[in-house]
């Protein structure tokens, strides 16, 4: 399963740059952002499991995943610019497209949140990966509170 999902981070990640105009229909750019926003979930959930002890920390897995996260952060947001993406099968809210700039905004606030982590988790340093770790889940919650049906 792993290496599955390390496969599909790989594949996204590389073609992100194209992808905004590589979709066949609306669905496609839905199924697209929401893919990459279980790869994120999925990374981010191994790393709260060892930050809450749920699981061993291992610094090396954590610090990979946080790689990953970063990564991954890049990779969604060109699934909203399609148009017709906001209807389909999606919890993305409406006030994503009527609030666009906010939602940007918050995007660039969680890129910022996965890069600060990737650059501390290497670090050993456990209190600013704590914050950095943090500051991720906050920016997660914040665009969730906003822009997606629960």
Request: with cysteine.
């Amino acid at each position: 399963m792993k290496r599955t999902l390390l496969a599909l981070s790989l594949a996204l990640a590389s073609t992100t740059a194209a992808a905004e105009g590589a979709f066949d229909t609306a669905q496609d750019a839905i199924d697209y952002r929401q893919a990459a926003f279980g790869l994120i979930k999925e990374n981010f959930s191994d790393m709260w499991a060892m930050m809450k002890k749920k699981k061993p920390m291992d610094e090396k897995a954590f610090a990979q995943r946080a790689q990953h996260l970063a990564l991954l952060s890049q990779i969604p947001f060109t699934g909203f610019k399609v148009d017709g993406s906001d209807k389909g099968d999606t919890s993305a809210l409406p006030a994503i497209w009527q609030e666009w700039d906010e939602f940007e905004a918050k995007a660039g606030a969680f890129q910022m949140a996965t890069e600060r982590l990737a650059a501390v988790a290497d670090s050993g340093n456990a209190d600013d990966i704590k914050k950095a770790f943090g500051a991720v889940g906050k920016t997660c919650k914040g665009c969730h509170d906003d822009f997606k049906a629960e």
